[in-house]
């Protein structure tokens, strides 16, 4: 599966229903199966959301090691920036993929039946000195960081999605208000 990123719901609106995005994909989000979907959507969303080029593919370490291999070993050369990679239990994916390449490796840890994810966030998160994986929460808040903490790498050298990412900001603060007010006036009227 592959696929480029659309941009914001007004932009998405305001284009054509045949309209093609060419751009080149800078972030790729891979996922070990088709059943981590689900929760990586979170992860797509959002970056549709900061109008940020992806591609999207089922990779597996451990099921498809050669095209792990292969897709890490020359994602630098085909111009992506920053590499998500969601798995579940045994979670190897993101680990692998850094120890292969020099771009920055967010891993999304997806929660599981058995032990609740906390098999996908140990094996994700406790990598070894020297090759780094950004490791984001379990589940569903996770993949949206993950795609936020990729637009803050990316908003380095990109001033208007930094200026996306403050706009971002300032309407969690509007929200934030928003519920404090309701909550207050509803306590305060019995
Ligand atoms: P299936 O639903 O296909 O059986 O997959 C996937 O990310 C998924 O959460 C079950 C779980 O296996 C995970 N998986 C990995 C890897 N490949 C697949 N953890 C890997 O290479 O790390």
Same mark, same amino acid.
């Given at each position: 599966?592959?696929?480029?990123?659309?941009?914001?719901?007004?932009?998405?609106? &305001?284009?054509?229903?045949?309209?093609?995005? /060419?751009?080149?994909?800078?972030? $790729? @989000?891979?996922?070990?199966?088709?059943?981590?979907?689900?929760? @990586?959507?979170?992860?797509?969303?959002?970056?549709?959301?900061? !109008?940020?080029?992806? !591609?999207?593919?089922?990779? &597996?370490?451990?099921?498809?090691?050669?095209? =792990?291999?292969?897709?890490?070993?020359?994602?630098?050369?085909?111009?992506?920036? *920053?590499?998500?990679?969601? =798995?579940?239990?045994?979670?190897?994916?993101?680990?692998?993929?850094?120890?292969?390449?020099?771009?920055? *490796?967010?891993?999304?840890?997806?929660?599981?039946?058995?032990?609740?994810? $906390? %098999?996908?966030?140990?094996?994700? *998160?406790?990598?070894? =000195?020297?090759?780094?994986?950004?490791?984001?929460?379990?589940?569903?808040?996770?993949?949206?960081?993950?795609?936020?903490?990729?637009?803050?790498?990316?908003?380095?050298? %990109?001033?208007?999605?930094?200026?996306?990412?403050? =706009?971002?900001?300032?309407?969690?603060?509007?929200? /934030?208000?928003?519920?404090?007010?309701?909550?207050? %006036?509803?306590?305060?009227?019995?």
């Amino acid at each position: 599966m592959t696929t480029n990123g659309r941009g914001q719901q007004n932009r998405q609106e &305001s284009r054509q229903q045949d309209e093609v995005d /060419v751009r080149q994909p800078i972030v $790729a @989000v891979v996922m070990g199966s088709d059943s981590d979907f689900p929760v @990586v959507n979170g992860c797509i969303e959002t970056l549709e959301e900061f !109008d940020i080029p992806y !591609d999207v593919r089922v990779i &597996s370490a451990h099921r498809t090691p050669d095209k =792990a291999h292969e897709f890490a070993s020359t994602a630098r050369l085909k111009g992506l920036k *920053v590499l998500i990679a969601a =798995a579940g239990g045994a979670a190897h994916l993101a680990g692998v993929i850094a120890s292969l390449t020099t771009l920055p *490796v967010i891993g999304i840890p997806i929660q599981t039946p058995t032990l609740g994810g $906390a %098999d996908s966030l140990y094996s994700t *998160v406790q990598m070894p =000195a020297g090759v780094p994986v950004a490791t984001v929460s379990i589940g569903k808040a996770g993949a949206k960081n993950a795609a936020l903490l990729a637009a803050e790498i990316l908003a380095l050298s %990109d001033d208007q999605l930094h200026d996306r990412l403050r =706009a971002f900001r300032a309407g969690m603060r509007r929200t /934030v208000a928003e519920k404090n007010r309701r909550l207050r %006036d509803q306590l305060a009227n019995g």
